[in-house]
């Protein structure tokens, strides 16, 4: 059972749909380096599908980014491809 500090919100405050605990993949930007960070205990809502974490997941977050993920070793690597939107936002300007 869980305490109260670590229980998801009884409504989501954005939307006010259901939360439900889950492990979700989060991704944090530090010094223009993308670090995606697996198996992370989460709260999502069903409606909008935003996630919230307890105060013992944002603080381990917190400090890997502090340290600039030097404490934890990659379980992975992957390849991202990286896109730009100026081309279709300005198709989009001219097409209307």
Do not use: K
């Amino acid at each position: 059972m869980m305490d109260v500090e670590h229980q998801p919100p009884a409504v989501c405050p954005r939307c006010r749909c259901t939360v439900r605990p889950a492990m979700v993949r989060t991704d944090i930007w530090a010094n223009d380096h993308l670090y995606i960070v697996e198996d992370v205990p989460a709260f999502i809502c069903d409606g909008c599908l935003e996630q919230f974490y307890d105060d013992d997941v944002t603080d381990a977050l917190r400090r890997l980014n502090e340290d600039g993920f030097l404490s934890i070793v990659p379980c992975r690597e992957i390849l991202v491809p990286v896109y730009s939107l100026a081309g279709e936002v300005q198709r989009a300007r001219s097409s209307r």
